[in-house]
């Protein structure tokens, strides 16, 4: 596969269940990044990481733990989830995490869509 | 603070014709603009990007326009087609130091065939 990838597409989870979401980027890419994207909302950056150190967390809640064990792969592990955790969760990936003149595009996977019963 | 946000949440072209879609953004100090394209079940794709040095860029059907005195960015398509269907999102980049982006709300293209 080529690009960003992440699985699963969809997920279902109950409040108390544990879960993890993945993804890989084949780009070999410096920087991979979680965003949150809820209906009629921003794009909410979650965390960032470079070289497989988290370099940004964005106020997110304990219940979501990422982890970088190296530069293409990515986690977010859920735990304790709220309703209103629901949405759909993007990885992306960047050449690195310093504009380098402004050229530091970031491309993004496909979503793991989550509802949290 | 720094925000990014769209004129119109939805706006609906007929098939052929050219579509314009807007953006407004409030940090002087973003030097990168990025459009992305998001179809329904699918993550954003990168279309188009321009740097602050520039007024103007074209790219296969699409153009890119920044205007930074009033802080406004769009984009053309150039004979919309029923696969421009999707939510646009523009962002900025902002300089000095380490990539943060910020995303606006997104406006959602609608081509009528």
């Known amino acids: 596969e080529t690009g960003v990838t992440q699985t699963p597409r969809h997920l279902v989870m109950g409040m108390t269940n544990k879960k993890s979401l993945k993804c890989e980027q084949h780009?070999?890419?410096?920087?991979m990044y979680w965003y949150k994207q809820s209906a009629k909302k921003p794009l909410e950056l979650m965390f960032v990481?470079?070289?497989?150190?988290?370099?940004e967390n964005n106020s997110v809640p304990s219940r979501f733990s990422p982890e970088c064990p190296n530069s293409s792969h990515l986690f977010l592990h859920l735990h304790t989830l709220q309703p209103e955790d629901s949405a759909l969760y993007l990885c992306?990936?960047?050449?690195?995490?310093?504009?380098?003149?402004?050229?530091?595009?970031?491309?993004f996977g496909p979503g793991t869509r989550l509802t949290v019963l | 603070g720094e925000s990014v946000g769209l004129h119109l949440p939805t706006l609906s072209v007929q098939e052929g014709d050219n579509s314009i879609i807007n953006c407004a953004y409030s940090n002087s100090a973003s030097d990168y603009f990025i459009w992305y394209k998001q179809e329904s079940g699918k993550g954003p794709q990168f279309i188009i990007d321009i740097r602050s040095n520039m007024d103007k860029r074209q790219g296969q059907r699409v153009t890119v326009l920044l205007n930074k005195t009033v802080k406004h960015l769009s984009l053309q398509i150039a004979a919309t087609q029923p696969g421009d269907s999707a939510v646009y999102f523009c962002a900025e980049n902002i300089a000095g130091g380490y990539q943060k982006v910020t995303f606006g709300t997104g406006t959602k293209l609608q081509v009528i065939p």
């Open positions: 990481y470079s070289l497989e150190e988290r370099v």
């Open positions: 992306a990936s960047s050449q690195d995490r310093w504009t380098s003149g402004g050229a530091n595009t970031q491309y």
């Open positions: 780009l070999g890419h410096n920087a």
